[in-house]
Every structure is written in structure tokens, then in C-alpha cells.
């Protein structure tokens, strides 16, 4: 009896597993993390705090970080992974600004301080929120727009990219899918059955038709290069690039700010609002 006792005490403790894994999610997908996000001044002198109207009714966080020098020639609008907060991003930031770019960085809801709770559904409301504020306060239409993102954020940048083209998408480390990472991290779990945000990218991919440039890192242990690769042959637009830094992890500073890899992404950024 006592043998036939164990399955039925492995399948109870599975079941409690699955259950609790479905009821809490959100919290192992987005990582706030608690982070205070310091004053705009104390991290990008000359940069200027704004507000996100959502279509919601939430006003989220954001700081314009102006082009050095002179008038911007794009707005590059960073979406940014699922953990930290906008001044994890301020190197980056900084560095695009110095080739003539201007830099729109945000936090999502629940984010940085903003009210709300992430979702899928929310966070691609969040990236409606900063275009239009593009847009309509800043003035800077669609075609002078550049979204990146890096990881979950290139999920959202690439669904963004479909609803309303910019004149170029660039998206780092993406995703096939997020049940695809899931399958990777938690091979125990039903994670098709239990994901409520799924990020489907792959899905989207092949509707994009602005110019594309995806880069990945050859030694990503959070979202493998192949799924990178994947995504980037499923694409359907002639203006394409692949950028691999073979070195490179999930969250190396060679994606932060390295001279080589933010002159990449400059040369694309003016080529493509350029049209050249």
C-alpha cells in the first residue's frame, strides 16, 4: 500500500506545481524588481521626464533623451526586457544621442514605478501610449520612428511594427515565441497549456515590412540564438540583417553600449529613415 501510496504523492505535489506555476505566472514573466528609478537628471544631464497617457487610463513614466548637438534625424523608441526599469537603459541611450539620434525610453506598467499590471495585452498599449506621444507631442510621425527591443521587449516591438510600420525595427535577442522559452526553462511543465501571454513572434514575423535588423548573441543561455535565427529566416522583408556577436551572453555589455554594435544600429537607423 505504501508503494502505491508515492505515485499518488508525486502526482499531488505535480498537480500542486502546476497549479501554483498557472496562478502565478505574471510574477516569474515580468520582474519589476522593486527598483526606485532615480530623478532624469541624476543619471542623463539634459534629458527630460515625460508622461504616457495609455488608451486605459494610465499615466506611465518616461524620459526624452534629446539628440547631441542638434535636431534629431530619428526617434529611436527602446522597448525595454522584462526586468529593471528605463535607467538600466540610459548607456545606450547616451550612446545613440551621440550619433544624432533621439531616444524615447520608457517603462510598461507596473514598471518603474508606474500603476498598472503587466500583461501582454498591456504592455503592447504601453508602446501605443509613447508612439502617439511621439507623434502627436513630439512630432515625429511614424516614418522617423525606429523601434528597438531587446528580449520580451523585442516581442512588443515586433507586434508594434506590424499594427503600425516605423521606418525600421531592430530587435535584440528576440524570441520565437514565448512558450518556446518556456519549453527551454521549465521542460517539466505543460507551459502551452498554462501560458496566458504568448508573445507569438514567429507568428507575426513575416508581416513586418519595414526594414529589419536582429541581433543575438552566440551564447545566450535565456533565449537561444537558434530561436534568434528562426525568427530572423522567418522574416519576409528584402531589407533584412543578421548581426551575431558570438561571445556574447544574455545580458553582456556588448548589447549595453559598445561602440561596434551601437555603430551598427546607427548605420541602420539613418539608412533606413533616409532611404538609403
Known amino acids: 500500500m505504501r508503494l502505491l501510496q508515492i505515485p499518488l504523492v508525486l502526482a499531488g505535489v505535480y498537480l500542486a506545481l ?3 506555476t498557472w496562478l502565478f505566472q505574471r510574477r516569474l514573466i515580468y520582474l ?8 532624469v537628471g541624476a543619471v542623463l544631464p539634459g534629458a527630460e521626464a515625460v508622461e504616457l497617457d495609455t488608451a486605459d487610463g494610465l499615466r506611465l513614466g518616461a524620459w526624452y533623451v534629446p539628440a547631441a548637438g542638434a535636431a534629431p534625424q530619428a526617434t529611436v523608441i527602446f522597448c525595454n526586457g522584462n526586468a529593471g526599469n528605463r535607467a538600466d537603459r540610459a548607456p545606450l541611450a547616451v550612446a545613440l544621442a551621440g550619433h544624432g539620434l533621439a531616444v524615447l525610453l520608457f517603462d510598461y506598467r507596473g514598471y518603474g514605478g508606474n500603476p498598472g499590471t503587466p500583461s501582454e495585452a498591456g504592455l503592447y498599449a504601453d508602446l501605443r501610449a509613447v508612439r502617439r506621444y511621439a507623434t502627436e507631442k513630439l512630432g515625429v510621425p511614424p516614418g522617423r520612428q525606429v523601434l528597438f527591443g531587446e528580449s520580451l521587449g523585442a516581442a512588443v516591438a515586433l507586434a508594434g511594427a506590424v499594427e503600425e510600420p516605423p521606418a525600421g525595427l531592430v530587435l535584440r535577442s528576440p524570441f520565437t515565441s514565448l512558450v518556446a522559452v518556456g519549453r527551454v526553462h521549465y521542460p517539466f511543465l505543460p507551459v502551452a497549456a498554462l501560458l496566458r ?16 535588423l536582429v541581433l543575438a548573441g552566440g551564447r545566450d543561455e535565456i533565449v537561444p540564438t537558434a530561436q534568434s535565427r528562426e525568427l530572423y529566416a522567418a522574416a519576409t522583408v528584402a531589407d533584412r540583417r543578421w548581426v551575431s ?5 544574455h545580458n553582456s555589455r556588448r548589447f549595453l553600449d559598445d561602440p561596434e554594435m551601437v555603430e551598427e544600429v546607427a548605420k541602420f537607423v539613418l539608412r533606413v529613415v533616409h532611404n538609403r
Open 197 to 212: 501571454d504568448r508573445y507569438s513572434s514567429l507568428v507575426r514575423v513575416a508581416r513586418v515590412r519595414c526594414p529589419l
Open 245 to 249: 556577436y558570438p561571445e556574447a551572453d
Open 18 to 20: 502546476v497549479t501554483l
Open 32 to 39: 519589476p524588481l522593486g527598483w526606485t528609478v532615480p530623478a
